[in-house]
Every structure is written in structure tokens, then in C-alpha cells.
């Protein structure tokens, strides 16, 4: 009897630990860092929200459950970390008292939560309820202090997701970018708009996979999303390098390094795959002939577009296979709302027909 108490306490003493360096990894630690239970918790999450969502539902509808579990996932987490801490100490309380699992049970609940309406009498049952009643407050502190952190976070992102939508449009897009902004002259003068944005990627790569539940907290306005602002910048920085008659400039070049390396970074976060060494060749999501009637509208809108447009086509697909898989992936993981060349190529329910070619709809902006 003695050995399966011993093995018990030595159990519960590991559930504990086990637990605490979960909560050391998504609060304190300021890397990304793998916790399985983080993993389990959101995936289990996951499951219930897509049920309660259905799959064959409205996007609208989606996009509103969806609205939640960001922060449900994140107190779900919360509430598994003290569960467990309290089933751990049940453990070590019975294992060291001649009571049962139910006053064992009582007594971790009451230390845990500091209710204090079961004493512990003996020394050592004392010394495992001040510890437990510490873990429990440095819980609730950790968690207090890690909010404002996050949505410090959140905040500084939809800045720029929001202010996309006076340059991009509404779902944005790159060729509306573009022709906004040639339209105000500012296209060869983007210098400060490319280093903001690469200031951007290098942010959410960090917050991102520091805090990983900020990837699934949602815009306040429905029809904005990081991962589709993502997609568009880079895709018009891709545009900028390969395609458009200014002089050339690092600035784009930099903001498409950094953002193809910070989703990329998110994407390992997550398990998803994808290559790391692509050839310029590849296949891309992108047709040759999307390719072309964005070309053309923007060129019928009065943007700059160089001549050879073959190798127009083959500098732009260099530059966007690098980043083409993981955007689509993360937009699908996200379930980020529609926009060109995004989402609009991921689960069907995620589409929407474009009524409109894209020489009319850049002539209508």
C-alpha cells in the first residue's frame, strides 16, 4: 500500500509540474515554445466551436462563433491549468493522509482557492496547502498580467489591419493598393509604408507564436483579418519589385522578406508544413492568367507596368512562392474572411464569386 501511495504522490507531484511549465510557456517565456497542452485545449476547442459553427453554415455565421473562441480557448486553458492542479494536489493530499479520495479532494479545493474550511493538521499536509494556495494566486497573477499583454498585442495589429482598408479596399486587395496609391502619386514614395509594414511581420511573428491564441482573436470589424492583410501587402510588394516601371527600391524587397520569414515562423508553430528552399519555378496557387488580368488592369488604371511581362510574371511567382502555402494554410486555420488570392482559394465555404473583372472593378475605385 505504501508503494502505490508513494507512486500516487509522485504522480500528482508531476501532473503539477507538468502543468506549471505549460502556464510558464504561454505566459512567461518570451519565445515561442511548444506546450502540448496548449495544443490539446485549443484543439479540442476547435472541434466544439466547428460543430456549433457547422460547416455548411453562412460565413456570416461562422465568422460570428469563431468571434469567440480566441477568448474562450484562452480561459478554457485558464480553467484546465487550475483543474489539473487541483486533481495533482488531490493526489499528494491523499497520499500522505490516512482519509479518502473525497476529503482529499475537499481539502486541495479548499487550499487551491484559499477557501480554507478544511485544515490541514498535519506538518506536511500544511506545507503542500501554502504551496498550493501560492500556485493558485501565482495562476490567477499570471494570468491578470498576461491580458494586457495580449491585447497590448491585438491593438497594435488591427492599427495597421484597419488602416489597410483607406488603401486597399474592402476585402483589400493588392491591385487596389496600387492603383490608390499611384493614384495620389505616392507610388514611388512608399519608402516609410514598406518599413512599417516589415516592422509589422516582425510583431505579430513574435506575438504571434509567443501568444498563440492571438492568431484565432478576430478583428473588430467582420471583414478584417491579419492573414488577408498579410496576403495583400505582400502581394503588392511582390507586384512592386517585379512588375511595376519605378525605380527600384529595398524597401519592398525587406517588408517581403519579413513577412514570408514571419509566417513562416507561425506556420512552424503549428505544425504546418511547407518548402523552405522553394526554386523560383514551383507552381503557385496564382494562375498565369489571374496574373495577367491583374497585370492589365493595372495597367488600364494608370499604373507604371514594365514591358516584359513574362518576366514580369516569373519575378512575381519568385517571389510569392516563398510565401503562397502558408498563407493559404493559416488562412484556412484562421477561418480568415474573403479576399483575392487568400482565402478565396482555400475551403469552399470560405469563397465568394467576384461579379466583376479586375480592369472594371480597379475603373470603379
Same mark, same amino acid.
Given at each position: 500500500m505504501m508503494v502505490v501511495r508513494l507512486l500516487v504522490f509522485v504522480a500528482g507531484l508531476l501532473l503539477v509540474g507538468w502543468t506549471l511549465l505549460s502556464a510558464i510557456r504561454t505566459v512567461v517565456l518570451p519565445r515561442s515554445a511548444q506546450s502540448v497542452l496548449s495544443r490539446v485545449v485549443f484543439r479540442g476547442a476547435s472541434f466544439v466551436f466547428r460543430i456549433i459553427a457547422g460547416e455548411k453554415a453562412s460565413f456570416a455565421r461562422r465568422d460570428r462563433v469563431w468571434a469567440l473562441f480566441g477568448p474562450v480557448g484562452l480561459l478554457a486553458l485558464a480553467a484546465v491549468w487550475v483543474v489539473l492542479v487541483e486533481l495533482g494536489f488531490m493526489a499528494m493530499f491523499w497520499a500522505v493522509e490516512d482519509a479518502g479520495w473525497s476529503e482529499a479532494f475537499l481539502l486541495s479545493g479548499s487550499s487551491l482557492l484559499t477557501l480554507g474550511f478544511a485544515p490541514a493538521d498535519t506538518f506536511g499536509e500544511r506545507i503542500m496547502a501554502f504551496s498550493e494556495a501560492? *500556485?493558485?494566486l501565482g495562476l490567477v497573477a499570471l494570468l491578470i498580467a498576461f491580458l494586457p499583454a495580449l491585447y497590448s498585442s491585438f491593438q497594435r495589429r488591427e492599427v495597421k489591419v484597419g488602416e489597410l482598408e483607406v488603401r486597399a479596399g474592402t476585402p483589400p486587395s493588392a491591385a487596389v493598393f496600387l492603383t490608390r496609391l499611384n493614384g495620389i502619386g505616392r507610388l514611388d514614395e512608399m519608402e516609410s509604408t514598406w518599413l512599417e509594414w516589415e516592422t509589422w511581420f516582425i510583431e505579430i511573428q513574435e506575438s504571434h507564436t509567443s501568444y498563440p491564441a492571438l492568431n484565432f482573436f478576430r478583428s473588430p470589424v467582420p471583414d478584417h483579418?491579419?492573414?488577408?492583410?498579410?496576403?495583400?501587402?505582400?502581394?503588392?510588394a511582390a507586384f512592386v519589385v517585379s512588375s511595376v516601371d519605378i525605380p527600384r527600391q529595398p524597401e519592398p524587397q525587406?517588408?517581403?522578406?519579413?513577412?514570408? *520569414?514571419?509566417?513562416?515562423?507561425?506556420?512552424?508553430f503549428f505544425g504546418i508544413e511547407y518548402?523552405?528552399?522553394?526554386?523560383?519555378?514551383?507552381? *503557385?496557387? *496564382?494562375s498565369r492568367q489571374e496574373f495577367d488580368e491583374v497585370y492589365e488592369g493595372l495597367r488600364e488604371a494608370g499604373v507604371p507596368m514594365l514591358a516584359d511581362q513574362d518576366q514580369a510574371w516569373i519575378d512575381w511567382a519568385g517571389w510569392r512562392v516563398n510565401y503562397d502555402t502558408v498563407l493559404l494554410q493559416l488562412a484556412e486555420l484562421t477561418l480568415a474572411p474573403y479576399a483575392p488570392w487568400t482565402s478565396d482559394r482555400s475551403s469552399p465555404s470560405h469563397r465568394q464569386p467576384?461579379?466583376?473583372?479586375?480592369?472594371?472593378?480597379l475603373r470603379s475605385k
Open positions: 501560492t *500556485i493558485g483579418h491579419w492573414v488577408t492583410a498579410a496576403g495583400t501587402v505582400l502581394d503588392a525587406l517588408c517581403l522578406r519579413a513577412g514570408f *520569414i514571419g509566417l513562416r515562423r507561425i506556420a512552424d518548402d523552405a528552399d522553394p526554386n523560383q519555378t514551383d507552381s *503557385i496557387s *496564382i467576384q461579379l466583376k473583372s479586375w480592369g472594371k472593378r
